[in-house]
């Protein structure tokens, strides 16, 4: 099991709730190596995985929408694995909704969203997938308590996400 720290998720709380998601997250990568291999994704667990995902995605969307968030890789990392579901499940089904219909769209068309390109050709991709742009603003609208959801789901179930160490 992923360690984290009880210091670094009490300072992290006192940051807010995107600093508390991110401690886990970052373990995530650390224990990785922040390698998408088989074998180092193999080291999480499922709540583990979705919480990966949804830093991944709010970080994306938040920074560069879901056209960078493609561009950059993770398409196939949150739509084509049970993010959506397990969204469902931790109690965000309006969240859930919009990367299914996020996922919609990218079955249709990741080939050219994920294409080597340049900057210009990058830009234009957010007027041609103007349907993506609304799930980005739908996101964003909301993110706060989306944010505030999964922390809270992750507080309430702390011993699937890692083992809190205390230093004495």
Known sequence: MIKVLDSDLRAAAQ?????FIDVFANAYLLATGNEWT???MAL???DQHTLLAYKLFRDEVCEGGLVQLIQNGYGSYIFHNPFAKA???WGLPELAKLIYKGREVYDLCHED???EMNDDDF???YEQYEELND???AFIE???LYTAQVADYVDNHIENFAEIETLH
Do not use: C, H
């Not at 940051?15 to 600093?19: I, N, S």
């Open 135 to 137: 799930l980005d603003d």
């Open 123 to 125: 830009m234009a991709l």
């Open 113 to 115: 969203l994920e294409r």
């Open 87 to 89: 969204l469902k499940t």
């Open 15 to 19: 940051q807010g709730m995107d600093a």
């Open 142 to 144: 909301n993110e706060e």
């Open 44 to 46: 999480l667990n499922a």
């Open 38 to 40: 088989a074998e180092k």
